[in-house]
């Protein structure tokens, strides 16, 4: 979940043609960090509180329940940004 979700928002709300997503896992000091890039920067994710009736939305919120923390932050030196979630193993 914590891999899935951040990797299928950068393909469905950050995917620009001709652009790949890129997916980095790293493991230093017993965490898993999980990093997932795309080229749009427009707009930073955001958990947020979806209503009963919608369909979507929920992701961000599960992430951040799973993980010890997690953000998103502009791409340095690059256009895009990077959603990361720490995981402690």
């Given at each position: 979940?914590?891999?899935?979700?951040?990797?299928?928002?950068?393909?469905?709300?950050?995917?620009?043609?001709?652009r790949d997503a890129?997916?980095?896992?790293?493991?230093?000091?017993?965490?898993?960090?999980?990093?997932?890039?795309?080229?749009?920067?427009?707009?930073?994710?955001?958990?947020?509180?979806?209503?009963?009736?919608?369909?979507?939305?929920?992701?961000?919120?599960?992430?951040?329940?799973?993980?010890?923390?997690?953000?998103?932050?502009?791409?340095?030196?690059?256009p895009g940004k990077?959603?990361?979630?720490?995981?402690?193993?």
């Amino acid at each position: 979940m914590i891999v899935a979700e951040p990797a299928v928002n950068a393909i469905t709300h950050g995917r620009v043609p001709g652009r790949d997503a890129e997916l980095r896992l790293s493991l230093e000091a017993g965490q898993v960090r999980v990093e997932v890039s795309d080229i749009r920067g427009d707009r930073l994710p955001v958990a947020r509180d979806a209503g009963g009736c919608e369909e979507r939305g929920r992701g961000l919120l599960l992430v951040a329940s799973l993980a010890k923390e997690w953000g998103a932050t502009p791409r340095p030196g690059a256009p895009g940004k990077t959603v990361w979630a720490v995981v402690t193993s």
